[in-house]
């Protein structure tokens, strides 16, 4: 298994920059520019009838509330994880903190596959395989990542950018439960890191990416960061795009304001890999791209 420094360094671009939710900002700014990044753009805050009253329920209950899931939960994954080494625990740990955000900010949120009035066990065939899976998801808010854990039925590991370490509670969960770290200020430190990421997707291990590289500031499908799909061609694993709609007005960038509304989250049919070579990562990122804003734009169901 051969990773060089040229390829890290493109992996380096995809690892998921922005990951804070409300209240925990006060521990560093997750959405500090990175050199690896463009310069960034004031974010586009969406229109919205949510008024004082819900700015004032996000501020004084939701945001404290996340606030203590998140101190209390994270301290047990940190306990946990000197134990349980395989991150078993700690990702349950994820899926019972984030059960509890969703259940806090009352966004429900409903599961569709391929434009079906459909249930996530109906799509089973698109989630839940044997198969190698790398699951290509769009990115327009830190409650994302909530979403992911309720809603994927099953074990995964996220790329991350290596300065969310240096979070309280949430760095420490990240560290200690197998999530995949990348140093966009040297790749070449991060090859430890995707080889064993490798070796978990060959083992069947999924592997969540955010192709754009980190949230939108308009509400729009950004460009995809090269190298986004380096690990599943090298793993033969098949591509699952997954779109989720109205995560951006609920909690865009540069707000604490949650705006509670219904939510969905759009499975699209898994991409086969097998064949292909690194030198076709151009064409399949083409293909995920098309495949993901066909979702994304498809007429809302709620």
């Given amino acids: 298994m051969s990773v060089d420094y040229k390829t890290v360094n493109k992996i380096a671009t995809t690892a998921e ?21 463009p310069e960034e753009k004031p974010a586009v805050r969406p229109k919205s009838s949510h008024g004082w009253l819900s700015r ?15 101190i209390i939960l994270g301290t047990i994954s940190l ?13 349950n740990l994820a899926r019972f903190w984030s059960r509890l955000i969703m259940k806090t900010i009352l966004s429900p949120v409903r599961v569709t596959g391929m434009n079906k009035d459909a249930g996530i066990d109906i799509h089973k065939k698109n989630i839940d395989s044997p198969k190698p899976r790398v699951y290509a998801v769009t990115h327009a808010s830190a409650l994302d990542i909530p ?9 995964f590991r996220i790329i991350f950018k290596s300065e969310l370490l240096s979070y309280p509670f949430i760095g420490w969960h990240l560290k ?8 966009q200020q040297n790749p070449a430190a991060s090859i430890g890191a995707v080889k064993s990421a490798l070796r978990s997707l060959r083992n069947g291990m999924p592997l969540v990416i955010f192709p754009e590289g980190g949230r939108t500031r308009d509400g729009e499908l950004q460009p995809f960061q090269p190298g986004a799909f380096f690990l599943a061609i090298k793993a033969q694993a098949d591509i699952v795009p997954i779109a989720l709609l109205g995560t951006f007005d609920l909690l865009p960038m540069n707000t604490y304001h949650i705006r509670c509304q219904p939510l969905e989250m759009r499975v699209g049919e898994a991409i086969s890999t097998v064949g292909l070579t690194v030198q076709d990562t151009d064409r399949v990122s083409a293909k995920v791209k098309t495949a993901m804003e066909n979702l994304y734009s498809a007429p809302r169901t709620i």
Avoid at 176 to 183: D, E, K, L, T, Y
């Fill in 79 to 91: 306990i946990c994880s000197l134990f349980d080494r395989t991150g078993r625990i700690q990702h």
């Fill in 17 to 37: 920059p922005e990951k804070e939710l409300p209240g925990l900002r006060s521990a560093g700014r997750p959405d500090a520019s990175i050199s690896t990044w």
């Fill in 147 to 155: 979403i992911l854990y309720v809603y994927l039925p099953f074990q």
């Fill in 176 to 183: 200690r439960s197998g999530q995949v770290c990348i140093n």
């Fill in 56 to 70: 004032l329920r996000s501020y004084f209950v939701l945001a404290p509330l996340i606030w203590v899931y998140t």
